[in-house]
């Protein structure tokens, strides 16, 4: 046995084993990349839940000509530059291992323009960063990436694909959680030819319940108390269930920290036991969104990026439970249900 070097094309196919589990996670990664561009419109098509066909349409501030192939490179990113910045990480993006991963397992193109760009380019990968074309294309200020048949050279991850639909579902999940954070953007999906999400930029606070609605539905939205609570440096916002709602509302249990989806024991205990004293019976449905000072959190636990550590956890528990509990216990009993007695 000699130690090698691993080639770079199978280096990032393991590296893709990472981020790209599944077609939902190239959205995810894809429209992440969108918003650190500053997208206000994100379009997203699929074909066959994405094995066939993902592709996301943004109006970011598009890649440079001359940085297009290196934005297919492994390790390659505009957003990190030392590592002091992976403390105070405030974009989504920054391991540099996104589009490399991505184009290892499909047949990738990104065409995009910039605004300084009379004309935009495209870049095409097939199943390697290496070998990297950059041709002339029609694009308008922005960057279109297409992924095509997701794990055509890595058949084993092809065949744990679950059904266009179960993949379809997958996708739509995510997108609603995204689309009740990232409020001010408008995402529209299409899935096989047919539009079938349009969040619409929600920039008051009706529009906001629409988006709301149209995310965990009618029942929801129409009951729900708002939360607004600031208190040195942290801030929690959103929407919970009534304490007057009878059962469960929706299965919407969103909690967000700077932005992110998280899913953490720790706020997961905060928030239940607020709700403890005032929902009986089935689980309380949430959309809260917790600001705090980025230096105060770990988020680089996990590739996926759903845990988080609080450097003061006690105090940011203790916040989240006092916020909730006092929004909860605050509320005053609906007209409604007073008119019935
Ligand atoms: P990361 O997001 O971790 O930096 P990626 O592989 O996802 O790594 O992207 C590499 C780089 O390509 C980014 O840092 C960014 O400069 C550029 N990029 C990717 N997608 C877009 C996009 N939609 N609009 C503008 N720039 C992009
Ligand atoms: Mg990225």
């Known amino acids: ?6 080639p770079p094309q199978l280096a990032n196919q393991i590296a893709a084993g990472e981020v790209v589990e599944r077609p939902a996670s190239v959205i995810k ?3 992440e990349n969108s918003l650190d561009a500053g997208a206000t419109r994100v ?14 349409h943004d109006n970011g501030s598009g890649i440079p000509k001359e940085e297009l192939s290196l934005a297919l490179s492994r390790h390659a990113t505009s957003k990190l530059s030392s590592l002091d910045d992976l403390d105070a990480i405030l974009s989504f993006g920054f391991r540099g291992e996104a589009l490399a991963s991505i184009s ?7 065409t995009s323009r910039t605004a300084e760009q009379s004309e935009a380019w495209q870049a095409y ?18 960057s279109t990436v297409e992924a095509v048949d997701l794990f055509f050279n890595t058949p084993a991850r092809r065949r744990f694909l679950k059904s266009d639909k179960t993949e379809f579902t ?7 959680r995204i689309a009740l954070v990232s409020r001010d953007i408008h995402f529209t999906l299409k899935n096989n030819g047919k539009v079938v999400r349009n969040f619409r930029p929600a920039k008051t606070s009706d529009q906001y319940l629409q988006r709301l609605a149209q995310v965990s539905g009618k ?5 729900a108390l708002a939360v607004e609570c600031e208190h040195e440096g942290l801030k929690l916002s959103g929407y919970i269930q009534s304490p007057y709602f009878e059962g469960s509302a929706s299965d919407t249990q969103y909690f967000y920290v700077n932005g992110r989806l998280v899913r953490d024991r720790l706020v997961n205990h905060a928030v239940r036991q607020a709700f403890a004293e005032h929902v009986t019976g089935a689980q309380a449905s949430y959309v809260l ?3 705090l000072d980025p230096h105060q959190v770990d988020v680089n636990v996990h590739p996926a990026k759903h845990e988080v550590r609080f450097h003061q956890s006690r105090y940011v528990h203790d916040y989240i439970f006092q916020a909730l509990q006092s929004a909860l216990s605050q509320v005053g009993k609906p007209v409604f249900l007073a008119e019935d007695q």
């Not at 046995?1 to 691993?6: D, E, F, K, S, Y």
């Not at 379009?43 to 996301?56: M, Q, T, V, Y």
């Not at 290892?104 to 990104?110: C, M």
């Open 29 to 31: 990664e894809l429209v």
């Open 104 to 110: 290892s397992v499909s047949r990738l193109t990104l």
């Open 1 to 6: 046995m000699t130690i090698q070097i691993l």
């Open 43 to 56: 379009d997203i098509e699929i074909e066959k839940g994405g094995s066939k066909l993902i592709k996301i």
């Open 289 to 291: 969104m917790l600001e």
């Open 219 to 223: 029942k929801f939205a129409l009951q």
């Open 125 to 142: 990968a097939e199943g390697s960063d290496m070998a990297v074309k950059v041709i002339p294309a029609a694009h308008p200020v922005g």
């Open 170 to 176: 997958h996708i739509d999940e995510w997108l609603k």
